[in-house]
């Protein structure tokens, strides 16, 4: 079996993991700071909030920025289910723009457009979410014109792209962005189990975020609604959450951030080896905006539709047949039940329909070898036999 992605540990961190294991504190202690700080430091943002995923950072981001009933939120309808949902639990309505066809990430053209449409309509954003597709970076700039001219918020969901690059600039920055979002799953870019964090360079942002992380409560009194009633005293001012990273997390996740920079050349090595030994006409490779340098979480190809070889699902059922657990990054969000009661029309984002028709993520992670990306081109490639009837590969489909 060869995985779509997979974390890569070493025994630093194991030894960081159990340091923390065998000290005073297990969470609220200083680790989860220290990792704020690293990782703020790292993007060239002046502050980080650490949270127990990336779903609770969006969350906490849209809480921060205000998102409430009356909002409503834009995202890319290529990405996990989370970048709409933190809209939701807010209580907000949720639209999508469609995709380019290039980069697979929002459209500015299609965003432009549609901006036109809602001022018409009064019924303007007040937070984009774009979504930096597989960690390459989308058109943060015109984004950001765009946010000026028509007056909404942006938070990055840059789960896939830590230690990837906009204009030379690390992702995370802010420069583009109210704030940016990172997940550390173990199959993203580095890992702390399950964490996430959100960065900005707006310390009331940050302090509001981090009052959502704990319950929205406060421990200083220049925070209080009056002085405290004694050295007990806490007060709960806003409707906040239990999303706290642990310190075993941090701890995790600051031994890897070590390696971050390794990790990302890496699978850029692995990346351009794809290129390379991906040879059929039929297929789409990556394409990269010059702009950009991608963290290449993901390695997304494209078989075109309709070419006389083979067809997307006979491809991907190939594979996993193969034993190369390759996965689709991702079905369009609006495509799923809870969205399509919302009423979505599939005629509005062609090119997330074009998308969705070809694409295929390959296995991508550091450890991935040279053999197993051979094994991974030669089943692309349409090299391998694969002597299975139609019926026969179906029963492979529902297995991983
Ligand atoms: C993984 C992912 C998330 C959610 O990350 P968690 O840390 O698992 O909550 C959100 N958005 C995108 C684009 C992701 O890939």
Redesign the pocket.
Known sequence: MIPYGRQDISEEDIQAVTDVLRSDFLTQGKLVPAFERAVASYCTAKLGVAVN???SA?HVACLALGVGKEDIVWTSPI??V??ANCAIYCGATVDFVDIDSRTYNMSVEALQKKLITAKKAGKLPKVVIP?HLAGQSCDMESIFRLSKEYGFAIIE?A??CIGGKYKGVPIGSCRYSSIAVF???PV?IITTG?G?MATTNDPVLAKRMAHFRSHGIVRYADEMTHEPDGPWFYQQIDLGFNYRMTDIQAALGLSQLKRLDDFVAKRHEIAKRYNEILTEPWLTLPWQDPDTYSAFHLYIIRVQENNPIVNHLQLFTMLRSAGILVNLHYIPVYRHPFYQRMGFDVADFPEAESYYAEAISLPMFTTLTAEQQDIVAACVNQKTAVDKTDEELKGFQNIF
């Open positions: 995923s990336a779903t969006l990405t996990f989370a970048s979504v969901d789960s896939h997940s550390f799953h993203k399950e996430g």
